[in-house]
């Protein structure tokens, strides 16, 4: 089912009525019918990055709130939603991504543009660490967390009950879950000093953005699962790299 969070105010309402332990269950969604998915289209051919630099280097901030990684006159453009309390979403970061990366956006015929999809604090506390750095940072501190993902879920679990008791106001509340959750050292082990850490988690206007754009997500493409991918502006409703990968070769990435 879709969440839909519209402040920071609510998101800490959220943190006591839902167990972490929606993480491992309220993510994923089935695959679409993936017939027809042969290729179909012409092979586009690769385009030289600018002088120097590949094009996985190439990384900007998108208006819409998200990160985007390669060509950005691709010819074949890709959003990922994802959330990063979602397992499913971990284990498309672990099979799909290095393909998707290496295999097509190095390439420069297709560009990757992930967009956080907030559904609980935790997760909006992470989406805050990793748009801490430069956007040159944000696709390695995502695949980061991905990565430790498990072991991130552990140190997070006696949290809430911890921050009920405390009764903390909103502004602190994001960067209680980075101290007492273990994220800042996480971060800081990756780059991200804690006082710089400590710095994005009390920027209320951040996760309150974060939770209007996950708002804006459902209504405008439909995204009631994680992972959900829109290729050239439509759901293609899949959310495995079996089944994304036919669909970007049938236009042409090959």
């Known amino acids: ?62 208006p819409e709130g998200g990160y985007v990684m390669g060509n950005p006159n691709a010819p074949i453009k890709v959003i990922e939603f994802g959330s990063l309390t979602c397992p499913h979403c971990a284990e498309f970061e672990e099979k799909g991504f290095p393909h998707l990366r290496d295999d097509y956006v190095a390439k420069g015929t297709v560009s990757l543009e992930f967009r956080n999809f907030v559904r609980d604090p935790y997760d909006t506390a992470m989406a805050m660490l990793t748009r801490c750095g430069s956007p040159d940072s944000f696709f390695a501190l995502t695949e980061q967390v991905y990565a430790n993902q498990k072991d991130i879920f552990e140190q997070l679990k006696p949290v809430g009950p911890a921050l009920q008791a405390a009764n903390l106001p909103p502004a602190d509340i994001f960067k209680a879950i980075g101290e007492r959750g273990g994220l800042m050292d996480f971060f800081a082990a990756r780059g991200i000093a804690k006082d710089q850490a400590a710095q994005c ?54």
């Open 1 to 62: 089912m879709q969440t839909k969070l519209f402040s920071a105010g609510r998101l800490v309402l959220a943190l006591i009525a839902l167990p972490l332990a929606l993480g491992l269950t309220a993510c994923g969604k089935k695959d679409g019918d993936a017939a027809g998915a042969n290729p179909v289209g012409a092979p586009l051919n690769a385009v030289a990055p600018p002088a120097g630099k590949a094009w996985t280097d190439v990384v900007a901030v998108t």
């Open 201 to 254: 988690l009390a920027k209320a206007d951040t996760a309150t953005k974060l939770a209007n754009d996950t708002s804006k997500a459902g209504d405008s493409y439909n995204v009631t699962g994680t992972p959900t991918f829109i290729v050239n502006g439509r759901n293609v409703e899949v959310a495995t790299w079996e089944a994304l990968e036919p669909i970007l070769k049938q236009a042409g990435a090959r």
